[in-house]
């Protein structure tokens, strides 16, 4: 879309110029603060920015350009990265001298000393870590592989901008040491999507692209903050409305962002900002599913389905009619939050759409249900036809670069490159032939199955690339406690991590990486919208003795079993390309992407045009569900977490720039805090049914009543361990807690020491 069309005054956010006096991101400000950031090295911050494949979220761009808009593509979370991959060497010293010091560090703080220059060992009785030669490191860690059976054996892989590239050779020399314990990321992001999208359609994936959004005559985000999390995708909503787009939000909390934003690089958008939200559901934390139904049911109701899409291209529609028939509505209105009245209102705004796209986060899919909570999206989208054709469809909207890919190329423990099954002996067989080794049956570790085996002593060896545990998942206190019980721990990254400094239980490995932009031969991503993209190797600052990740991979991998070295090398990165293609066809054209911004689009700009899906039987599969029932103790509240000026738990501010919370807040409604007696920014202990508890303070804002939120990763440790989604291995991302006013400096003391 051209930024030249006409300007909009009834879209306009204020009639202050540049927002003046309002509460909102700050762009320029962060650009000269980027600058600032990168002023030892700005021509390689410019090369990053201008010849790179973003490695920030997951809307992908080559350089500043995208295949949507005209323009420049280009985001606050950006800017906020760049600094890792100009920054210098850390002074490794401390890590031997000066560990205890080091431990005292937040992780904001560790990152500021800069890239781990060296590999080190670190044994257990010793106060720090020695520096060693990558032969001796690499020894190290084939010999401990050698000593333990594959079941004891783990990896993991975050996304930190590790490329297609990583991923397979890491799944590959998982496979070949004879284990299926691998697994990345998108465990705890859009693993429900995956399995709920696989089982309904047939594709784990965004069924249209990121052009469809601008036209089409419905967006509806549900659990998402897009304008936080992808602040990017402002600009799309921008263009959407301009041309005609109602955006819907089902949300508990009305997201300052979502309701109004400032676009940097529209000028109109940037001095007079946009509304964006037309429409607002505030939904209980985990009342999607009443919700949807709800809605479905009254659609159901007036007739308002399309029956020749169902009949000709769906299963299971008799089904799920007679299940909603017996939902009765009173019972749809307690779980979901919302009346009657409300669902037939946003059924009423779907009938009299054209044609709609349903965007979703987090919010839906961080919960023991996230696959249900996919499901009943995907109903709502089958009841009206809105899949297989431009400016419908279904949009998990992806938080990491390289999450989408890492999946697809079988960086995960059920699955092989392509979506084969390592329990259908034929794809294992199929495999096994493919790469010249037997390739090992049966479904593996997931990501928060690894930390319980660890608890459990049924571990011996955890490799992670990137990634820091006791910042991501529920419990740190547990998760620290099962990581000092693994005898070896593998830490193969940029930069220093606190899961690195937890003590070892006999050894600790730290391996130095290269970024994506300084992989030799380049590298890839796959976008949200299914795009491969290759981002080269940029010329620029290098650290020390740090290497590409899928070399070390496959060279640990050659020590392990040295007589079949030649089955796990490859020379190049090419060769990774080649073979991604020649296994798994979904990614055919990987191969020829050589050049910066080469690009493939896997399944075309919509999927499922002929109305086949990739289902067994070609069919779309409605889902029979029931809502959760979500019964609140009287006195108690529904906590879940939030992001805020974030970039998953790598990049975060002190200060939520859309809201202006700071990170010790907790969210909650006017309602609520009044009725506890509570004013904005009184001091409070948030008591969880987990037995932790936290200090916070209030925030009172547009947040549905019993219902809170606290910023995540700090509020982890009010989350229970070992409760997920069973169907997607989905950590629990909520809480049931107590609030108590901290009313004396006694009180907030002994509270602090708790803490």
Not at 340 to 357: C, N, V, Y
Not at 419 to 439: C, I, T
Not at 531 to 548: K, S, V, W
Not at 749 to 754: E, I, P, Q
Request: proline share 6%; net charge neutral.
């Amino acid at each position: 879309m051209a930024a030249s069309k006409p300007i909009a005054p009834h879209l306009w956010a204020s009639w202050k110029p540049f927002g003046l006096g309002e509460r909102k991101p700050h762009h320029f400000t962060e650009i000269a603060r980027t600058i600032w950031q990168n002023r030892r090295h700005p021509l390689y911050a410019w090369r990053i920015l201008t010849r790179g494949c973003c490695d920030g979220c997951a809307l992908g761009t080559y350089g500043m350009h995208d295949w949507t808009m005209d323009g420049i593509h280009l985001c606050t979370i950006r800017l906020n990265l760049l600094q890792l991959n100009t920054m210098e060497a850390m002074p490794w010293e401390r890590l031997t001298n000066d560990l205890e010091s080091l431990k005292q560090l937040s992780s904001p703080q560790l990152r500021q000393l800069g890239r781990l220059p060296y590999p080190m060992v670190r044994r257990r009785g010793e106060s720090g870590f020695r520096r060693v030669s990558w032969d001796e490191a690499l020894d190290l860690i084939a010999e401990r592989i050698r000593g333990t059976r594959p079941d004891r054996l783990a990896f993991y892989l975050t996304s930190r901008g590790i490329t297609n590239e990583v991923y397979y050779v890491a799944q590959k020399v998982a496979r070949f040491l004879g284990t299926n314990n691998i697994d990345n990321a998108a465990r705890v992001c859009h693993s429900p999507s995956t399995v709920a999208l696989k089982q309904t359609l047939g594709v784990g994936a965004s069924s249209v692209s990121y052009k469809d959004w601008i036209g089409t005559d419905l967006l509806i985000l549900l659990g998402s903050d897009i304008a936080n999390n992808q602040p990017v995708t402002t600009k799309y909503l921008y263009y959407a409305k301009k041309a005609g787009t109602r955006i819907v939000v089902i949300n508990p909390y009305k997201e300052p962002g979502l309701t109004r934003y400032w676009v940097p690089s529209v000028p109109e958008s940037a001095v007079m900002g946009t509304r964006l939200m037309d429409d607002f559901f505030q939904v209980s934390t985990g009342g999607d599913i009443a919700f949807l139904n709800g809605t479905l049911k009254y659609l159901i109701e007036q007739g308002w389905v399309n029956n020749d899409f169902i009949a000709r291209h769906t299963v299971g529609w008799p089904e799920l009619q007679a299940e909603l028939a017996q939902q009765d509505w009173e019972t749809l209105e307690r779980y979901s939050g919302l009346s009657r009245d409300e669902m037939r209102r946003f059924a009423e705004l779907i009938h009299q759409a054209r044609s709609g796209i349903l965007i979703w986060s987090m919010g839906l899919t961080q919960h023991t249900f996230g696959v249900d909570n996919v499901k009943a999206v995907v109903n709502l989208a089958l009841s009206q036809g809105w899949v297989g054709k431009e400016h419908c469809g279904v949009v998990p909207i992806r938080g990491h670069s390289g999450v989408q890919g890492g999946a697809e190329v079988g960086a995960v423990p059920d699955l092989l490159p392509g979506g084969a099954s390592v329990n259908k002996p034929a794809d294992v067989e199929r495999f096994s032939q493919l790469w010249g080794f037997e390739v090992p049956e049966g479904t593996g570790l997931r990501a928060v199955q690894m930390i319980d085996a660890a608890y459990d002593g049924d571990l011996d060896v955890l490799y992670c690339s990137g990634g820091n545990f006791l910042e991501v998942l529920p419990d740190p206190d547990y998760v620290r406690q099962a990581l000092e019980r693994i005898p070896m721990r593998v830490h193969q990254d940029i930069f220093v991590t606190s899961q690195m400094l937890v003590d070892p239980a006999d050894t600790v490995v730290l391996l130095p990486a290269q970024t994506r932009y300084e992989q030799p031969g380049g590298g890839t991503e796959t976008s949200t919208e299914r795009r491969i993209i290759f981002t080269p190797e940029i010329p620029g600052l290098r650290i020390g003795e740090a290497r590409c990740e899928w070399e070390i991979f496959q060279e640990v991998a050659a020590r392990v079993s040295p007589e079949r070295r030649e089955r796990i090398v490859f020379p190049n990165a090419q060769a990774i390309r080649e073979e991604i293609a020649r296994v798994m066809p979904l990614y055919a054209g990987i191969e020829r992407l050589r050049k910066p911004g080469d690009q493939v689009q896997y399944g075309g700009r919509v999927l499922y045009r002929d109305g086949q899906f990739k289902t067994a039987d070609g069919k779309a599969h409605f889902s029979v569900l029931r809502p959760p029932e979500l019964n609140l103790p009287e006195g108690r509240f529904m906590l879940s977490t939030r992001r805020g000026k974030q970039f998953n738990s790598l990049i975060y501010g002190k200060k939520d720039t859309m809201s202006g919370a700071p990170r010790d807040s907790l969210f909650i409604s006017a309602e609520d805090a009044a009725a506890l007696g509570l004013h904005h920014g009184d001091r409070v202990l948030v008591k969880s049914d987990n037995g932790q508890s936290m200090p916070c303070r209030i925030f009172i804002d547009e947040i549905k009543p019993r219902n809170v939120q606290a910023f995540w990763p700090e509020c982890n440790v009010l989350l229970r361990r070992r409760v997920c989604d069973t169907a997607a291995g989905m950590p629990d991302y909520n809480a049931i807690v107590e609030i108590v006013p901290l009313t004396t400096p006694a009180l907030a003391t002994a509270s602090s020491r708790s803490h």
